[in-house]
């Protein structure tokens, strides 16, 4: 089965800097996608940005960024120029590439601050 | 604006009591999903569907059951509450097609006492 990890519960950063959130999976499969999320206090599940693993290029979504290892199984997300509105819970997802029903596999969370 | 819609944000239900949590989209997604979410452990597929009257059972899928009789409308169904049934549940739509993400509802925070 697979799993998602995101080792960081919390995480601070300044306005205007830059922060990285870490997420590593497990899976046997090739073909998948990867998802950030963000849930700020209204609870809203925003998704923030998506990657294929076919394709090696990291995406990127203006202020957010990947770093896609495959063979790592890493898959973090890096927020340049931080703003207050970035505080939020960030959630990282596994979804399979095969079949219809495929569902998404959610890591626990990381709690990001953004300092003023 | 494209959404997901959860009835109530905030919900509190005795012990014992039969509670309905409806979900309803206008993306006319085949998928619908119903997640739990508890602090520390991120969110829990309870159940989902991919077609009307269709459902799957997820990772916790005890003491809940599912209806889904239009495919706009998805409902989660505590038979009988209990205290650790005390949660945020998240409603969730997609495509059929794996390569999208969903859309989410706003949450309905549930407490049983």
């Known amino acids: 089965a697979q799993t998602v990890t995101q080792s960081q519960p919390e995480m601070s950063v300044q306005e205007a800097e830059t922060v990285t959130l870490s997420c590593t999976y497990d899976t046997s499969e090739s073909d998948y996608y990867l998802f950030w999320y963000k849930q700020p206090p209204s609870r809203q599940m925003i998704l923030v940005i998506r990657q294929e693993a076919y394709k090696q290029q990291n995406a990127t979504e203006n202020r957010f960024s990947v770093n896609f290892q495959k063979a790592a199984k890493s898959f973090s997300l890096k927020i340049s120029d931080s703003q207050l509105g970035d505080a939020a819970m960030y959630f990282c997802a596994y979804r399979s590439g095969g079949g219809a029903t495929n569902k998404l596999i959610f890591g626990t969370g990381t709690l990001l601050a953004v300092q003023p | 604006d494209v959404k997901v819609t959860q009835s109530s944000r905030y919900l509190v239900k005795r012990t014992g009591e039969k509670v309905f949590l409806e979900c309803v989209q206008d993306m006319d997604h085949e998928n619908m999903f119903w997640y739990r979410q508890d602090p520390g452990l991120g969110l829990r597929l309870i159940y989902f569907s991919y077609d009307v009257k269709m459902k799957e059972k997820g990772d916790i899928p005890e003491g809940y059951s599912v209806s889904r009789e239009k495919k706009e409308r998805f409902s989660l169904i505590l038979e009988s509450a209990s205290t650790n049934q005390t949660s945020m549940y998240l409603c969730?739509?997609?495509?059929?097609?794996?390569?999208?993400?969903?859309?989410f509802g706003s949450g309905t925070r549930l407490t049983v006492v």
């Open positions: 969730a739509s997609s495509f059929l097609v794996s390569g999208y993400g969903y859309t």
